[in-house]
């Protein structure tokens, strides 16, 4: 790979004068509110969303609907494989190169499009065995299915038209056509619920339309940001390729975290289970604010970030984050009515599982803060996907062996068990990374990068 400019490289911020320490904390802070406004304008709608639809829907429509929306988040991971995400990390500090961040882009597009097209026809016979076995009519099972695959082919948009918006830290233009789409779908589905049109597959439709509007503006934002290429590059494609391979058993299995439990009920349980399980997945919108922060503020940081200072920074981002999620499950364990209550009053027998699916979304939001920072530093091992993969399965395996998958009780805590093993596999690679050093050249570990 051709070698960034010095004049690209980020100064460190040891060396800066007093006057361009005031910039630099003129543009951080610009930075963080342009973030806090647009994420939680697009958080707060989507938490209206679903807190509109969880009151609504009827028991059995909300099962619909929560089977759908699971089904198409874990099959988008599996047909983006972490490609969009590759974005970022590639780039680098090389973000005045906009020829360079275009092929990135398109060859990620372009490896995402693929894999719609050979995993769609697979994700299509998994979702109708799924919902066959629920006894739904065929009219209702048909669209959403057609309801899943239309976002499923349009996530990818969004995904990697998103990444150079981040980049250049164009974050209005990043969330304002997001915010705009789900506030014109939260005023429909009022309009449907007062003629008394709302139910699964009008919810599901109506969200299949809101990723394809996200993903045609958010590309016509995009564009203004890069030069895009006439052509695919195939050197681009297979760095980006030989770059993900390490991580792609581990992106697979972890695609299905929250909803293996999910598909299990819907295979093992009833009806009633489906839409306990999809309602208490709602409660992890909590941390989707700092998720995003993550992934918007905390991974280009790193990904610039020089050598010196990391151990130091690592660490100060993961202990923040620890203390918080300690707090918050405390305060679930203790008031779990606080959380249970954007449920409504149909979900109040789910009131002794609250504190334990906070306390599993802490855990799960702490390790993906070390994944996302392991990721930007380019720590893709293969050791590391081996333990994460095989820690999963065995735990996984054992827990449905030893308990069952029956009811709710048992989909919470096997969610539980299985967020320890994230942690544990992401905190091994990172102190990997840590031993290696910067350089990703041990050959029979990591994807070596292209020159």
Not at 328 to 350: E, H, K, N, R, T
């Amino acid at each position: 790979m051709q070698l960034a400019a010095k004049s690209d490289k980020p100064q460190d911020p040891a060396n800066e004068t007093p006057l361009q320490n005031a910039s630099r904390a003129r543009r951080i802070a610009l930075l963080l509110t342009d973030f806090f406004l647009g994420q939680g304008a697009l958080q707060g709608t989507n938490i209206l969303i679903a807190l509109f639809l969880v009151r609504n829907l009827s028991v059995s429509n909300y099962a619909k609907f929560g089977l759908a929306s699971g089904f198409q988040f874990t099959a988008a991971v599996l047909m983006d494989l972490g490609y969009a995400s590759t974005i970022i990390p590639l780039v680098g500090a090389r973000v005045s190169d906009r020829s360079l961040v275009g092929r990135y882009v398109r060859a990620a597009l372009a490896h995402r499009n693929r894999l719609f097209w050979v995993l769609s026809p697979v994700a299509a016979t998994a979702f109708l065995f799924v919902t066959h076995r629920q006894h739904w009519s065929w009219s209702t099972q048909f669209i959403l299915l057609v309801s899943v695959l239309l976002a499923l082919y349009s996530s990818g948009k969004v995904s990697c038209f998103g990444a150079p918006l981040i980049l250049y830290r164009r974050l209005r233009a990043y969330y304002g056509p997001q915010t705009i789409s789900g506030l014109s779908r939260l005023g429909i589905y009022f309009v449907l619920r007062a003629i008394g049109a709302l139910n699964a597959w009008s919810a599901s439709a109506l969200l299949a339309l809101n990723v394809f509007s996200d993903g045609y503006f958010l590309g016509r934002k995009s564009k203004q940001s890069i030069v895009w290429p006439n052509t695919e590059d195939p050197s681009t494609q297979e760095e980006i390729h030989r770059y993900v391979l390490p991580a792609t058993p581990a992106i697979i299995l972890g695609a299905f975290h929250g909803q293996v439990a999910l598909f299990l009920i819907g295979v093992f349980g009833s009806t009633i289970s489906i839409a306990q399980v999809a309602a208490l997945g709602r409660l992890g919108h909590i941390f989707n604010l700092m998720m995003t922060f993550n992934i918007v503020i905390v991974e280009p940081y790193f990904a610039r970030l020089s050598r010196h200072g990391l151990l130091r920074a690592y660490l100060k981002f993961i202990a923040v984050a620890t203390l918080g999620a300690v707090a918050i499950s405390v305060f679930s364990f203790s008031f779990p009515g606080v959380f249970l209550w954007p449920l409504g009053p149909q979900y109040a027998q789910l009131r002794p599982l609250i504190g334990w699916v906070v306390l599993t979304a802490c855990i799960t939001y702490v390790a993906g803060l070390i994944w996302i920072m392991n990721r930007s530093r380019k720590w893709l091992f293969w050791r590391g996907s081996i333990a994460e993969v095989g820690l999963l399965v065995i735990v996984q395996i054992g827990f449905v062996v030893r308990f069952g998958m029956r009811d709710t009780w048992h989909a919470v805590m096997f969610n539980f068990a299985s967020s320890f093993c994230y942690l544990v596999a992401h905190t091994y690679v990172a102190i990997h990374g840590f031993r290696k050093g910067e350089s990703i050249a041990d050959a029979d570990e990591v994807a070596q990068p292209i020159p």
